[in-house]
Nanobody, 119 residues
Framework: QVQLVESGGGLVQAGGSLRLSCAAS????????MGWFRQAPDKERDFVTS????????SYADSVKGRFTISRDNAKNMVYLQMNSLKPEDTAVYYC????????????WGPGTQVTVSS
């Protein structure tokens, strides 16, 4: 299995920036893609962005496109989320997740890290 730990969350004013990191450990040899999701209070968990492990293809939710950037370091089994021009509506718990070869959907999830953006 794969274990994931997020870091880098915190408090920031609107217009500011944060960089989240996610470290994967365990059976990392068959990672297909890594992604970021977020969940605001009393709302469902939403897709934010993802990146494939092989060729680095990215996808972004419309709400973050142009402001957030996902990147990866295959050698370190790390994925990052650079968040710029943050808005109060970005406030949520952010989760890192992993897709593995041969399994549909995101199989492994981190415990999450809180991002709070003040007005």
């Amino acid at each position: 299995q794969v274990q994931l730990v997020e870091s880098g969350g915190g408090l920031v004013q609107a217009g500011g920036s944060l960089r989240l990191s996610c470290a994967a450990s365990g059976r990392t040899f068959n990672i297909n893609a890594m992604g970021w999701f977020r969940q605001a209070p009393d709302k469902e968990r939403d897709f934010v962005t993802s990146i494939t492990w092989s060729d680095g293809s990215t996808s972004y939710a419309d709400s973050v496109k142009g402001r957030f950037t996902i990147s990866r370091d295959n050698a370190k089994n790390m994925v990052y989320l650079q968040m710029n021009s943050l808005k109060p509506e970005d406030t949520a718990v952010y989760y890192c997740a992993v897709r593995v070869l041969g399994v549909r959907g995101y199989k492994y999830w981190g415990p999450g890290t809180q991002v709070t953006v003040s007005s």
